[in-house]
């Protein structure tokens, strides 16, 4: 498997692969990779003729420096992971802090017309300048047609469509499903530093989410969102942070539903210091 850390080696070799129906599908992630990385990835390669994966993790999306601290760097073991695809297929670009930033890890601020102060924004002061920032350097590096984001983070999904459209970069952006555990937890790069007994308290964040979606289809939002508390009022592991049903487009709480509308609801719990979040589609 190629491992490219220079942009100028990356896109030297990506000139070379350059042929007529040549395409790049890219899946940007920040390492540790897991299952639904690698879902990201076949994704890519059914749609594409180049697969590069960048494996960086990008200090200004942290607004917490022990996260940015304690995030778990694998570039060896994911770089063995990918190799279970086609070596000539995909490409892993692991670029260093000043590769993206030069000198001044400067961050761009964004206008994302309000879906980046509802839930995560709310709670992770600065974080989507952070994404919108680096998703915008990487792709100008990678100049992909095709880009794919799991919906586990469906707000950073939303956030990197606005981005693609105030930015006008010619890239498709295209949402994946959520892979899951045995036990209903979405996977993520954070679930390896949850203990045994987090990982099986951590399956009624998903348990809650599909009894949400059954409740939506004759409750209202707000007796909704009560009865998620009581899910979560004095549990020993888990601490929920937030539970919103928000329409899809705005990311905005909704009181009231709409027929011509669609909505998910959203939860961030904490399990001890690791924080997860998930989503379902209601409608
Ligand atoms: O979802 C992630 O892993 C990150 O937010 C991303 C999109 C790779 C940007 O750093």
């Known amino acids: 498997m190629q491992v490219y850390t220079s942009k100028t080696e990356l896109n030297a070799f990506i000139n070379t692969e ?62 063995l992971l990918l190799e279970t695809f086609s070596k000539t297929e995909v490409v892993v670009y692991a670029p260093t802090v000043e590769a993206i930033y030069g000198s001044q890890t400067t961050v761009e601020s964004f206008d994302f017309g309000g879906l980046e102060s509802q839930m995560e924004g709310q709670f992770r002061p600065g974080h989507f300048d952070g994404v919108g920032t680096v998703v915008k350097r990487l792709f100008e590096i990678v100049q992909p047609k095709n880009a794919y984001f799991g919906e586990k983070d469906f707000q950073q999904l939303q956030i990197v469509k606005k981005m693609v459209e105030i930015t006008q970069l010619p890239v498709h952006i295209k949402g994946c499903p959520i892979e899951r555990a045995a036990n209903g937890l979405a996977l993520s790069s954070r679930n390896s530093r949850l203990s045994v007994l987090e990982l099986e308290n951590a399956a009624l964040l998903y348990k809650t989410l599909q009894s949400v979606k059954h409740q939506f289809q004759h409750d209202d939002p707000k007796k909704i969102s009560e ?32 027929q011509t509308k669609h909505y998910r609801a959203f939860i961030a719990v904490y399990a001890g210091d690791v924080r997860l979040i998930d989503n379902i589609a209601l409608n």
Not at 22 to 35: D, N, Y
Not at 232 to 253: C, G, M, W
């Open 18 to 79: 350059n042929r007529s129906n040549f395409s790049i599908g890219f899946v940007p992630t920040m390492g540790a990779l897991h299952e639904g990385h690698l879902s990201l990835v076949k994704a890519a390669l059914a749609e594409n003729s180049l697969v590069v994966v960048s494996i960086f993790v990008n200090p200004t999306q942290f607004n917490n420096p022990e996260d940015l601290n304690k995030y778990p760097r694998t570039l060896a073991k994911d770089v």
């Open 227 to 258: 009865w998620v508390r009581t899910q979560f009022h004095n549990h020993k592991l888990l601490r929920l942070e937030y539970f919103q049903i928000s329409d899809v487009e705005t990311l905005a709480p909704i009181q009231h539903k709409n």
